[in-house]
Structures are given as C-alpha cells and as structure tokens.
C-alpha cells in the first residue's frame, strides 16, 4: 500500500506563488507516474499536471500550462508543484495522486491508484 500526503497549501494574493509537495511511501515511487489534481466545491476533479517516472515528461492543463511547474525527486519520495502567477480560479483542493505501472494517460483521475487527502489552496483577489 502506498500512502500519499500533500503538504503546502495556503492563503495568497493574487500573482503570488506557492509551492505543494507530496510525500509518498514506498520503495517503488521511482516506478510510479504522479499527478496534481483540484477540485473545487461543487465542481468536478480536474486534472492540473503530470509527470512520468523518470521525470522527463510532463503534461499540463491549459489553464496551468506556463504558470504551473511539476517536478520530482525520487531519492526523497517527493513531487512538487510550483504554483506561479496564482488567480482566484486556482481555488481548490489540490490533490495528489500516484499511478503505478502499467500507466495511463495521466489525464484522468481513473488512471491513478493511490490517492492524498488533498491541500486547499485559496488565491484572493
């Protein structure tokens, strides 16, 4: 079993910055794709940010794409999440999650096995 925690989250202005990490457990995390999801209240979980096991390819949101930074370090069990230029729309609960091999697209919350219990980021205007 492979546990998840998200660390990070807060209170910013608007164009502030933040950074999220999330801690997973488990010697196999280099074999894992990971990914950054939200989810806003009364809203769908949308997909933010992905990134492969060897951290050389990453996927993002539209609504994220140039402002948002996902990264990794395997040899402390960690991604993170970068968060720049923030907007009031980047309010939500920001959730990781942990895709074990074979892997899907990343896109989907479907295509990942573990989950965090998430961190709330709040951008005010």
């Known amino acids: 079993q492979v546990q998840v925690v998200e660390s990070g989250g807060g209170l910013v202005q608007t164009g502030g910055s933040l950074r999220l990490s999330c801690a997973a457990s488990?010697?196999?995390?280099?074999?894992?794709?990971m990914g950054w999801f939200r989810q806003a209240p009364g809203k769908e979980r949308e997909f933010v940010a992905t990134?492969?096991?060897?951290?050389?390819?990453?996927s993002y949101a539209d609504s994220v794409k140039g402002r948002f930074t996902i990264s990794r370090d395997n040899a402390k069990n960690t991604v993170y999440l970068q968060m720049n230029s923030l907007k009031p729309e980047d309010t939500a609960v920001y959730l990781c999650?942990?895709?074990?091999?074979?892997?899907?697209?990343?896109?989907?919350?479907?295509?990942?096995?573990?989950w965090g219990q998430g961190t709330q980021v709040t951008v005010s205007s």
């Open positions: 999650a942990a895709d074990r091999p074979p892997y899907g697209t990343g896109w989907f919350p479907r295509d990942y096995d573990y």
């Open positions: 488990g010697r196999t995390f280099s074999s894992y794709a």
């Open positions: 990134i492969r096991w060897s951290g050389g390819s990453t």
